[in-house]
Structures are given as structure tokens and as C-alpha cells.
């Protein structure tokens, strides 16, 4: 299961309209899609002055191929309208994904090198 979100920083003020903006527009066409198990949206302070309000999108996927044949390469958000750019302060550059397998088996591969290092360092 891959977990794919990006964020979106926004004022208090236009937190709930940035949210159902962005739900609407990026979150509503995945629902459905082969492949994305679920979406959502979260709103939370943050207690910055900078950055006081993020709006948090996430939808989860069983496979790199599945969000791949969705999205495409390219995980970023999308370009902002005119009428997107008046709701935010400051959007990810980077999307986020979480591929706990992918977690997992890396940290295997790591353990299986300690366990190596170990025996060789033990004869």
C-alpha cells in the first residue's frame, strides 16, 4: 500500500475553502480509480505565523503501477490557477510517498548487511 499526499499551506480564514477547493478538484476524480483505495483531506493549524494553516491531501494506492497509471512520473502537484493561487501561502514542491513494503524491505536488506558485517567481524 503506497500512501501518496502533498500539502498545501493556507490562512485560517481560507482553510475550509483551500480544503473542499483541492478535495473537489484533485482528491474527487481519483475516487474510483483502479488502484486508490481511499483519499482525504486534512486541515490543521500548525502554529507558525509563516505558514499557520496546512491543508493536507492523501490517497492511498496498492501499487507504484497503480498510481503510476494514474498520475504518471511526475508525483508533484499540479500548476495553480490564478483562482488556487489566491487560497495558499505555500504549496509542497515535493509529494510525498510512503511505500511501507518498500520501508520494510529496505530496512531487511539493511539488518541482513548488519548481520554480515557481524559474522565477519566475529571470524
Known sequence: ???????????????????????????DPLRGVEGCTATMTVRRPTGSREDPYEVRLTSMWTSQAALRAALGDDWRPPELTPDEARLVLRVALKAEVDDPEARAAAAERARAEERRRQAEFHD
Do not use: G, I, N, Y
Open 1 to 27: 500500500m503506497l500512501r501518496h499526499s502533498w500539502s498545501v499551506w493556507t490562512t485560517p480564514e481560507l482553510a475550509d475553502e483551500a480544503a473542499a477547493h483541492f478535495e473537489r478538484e484533485l482528491l
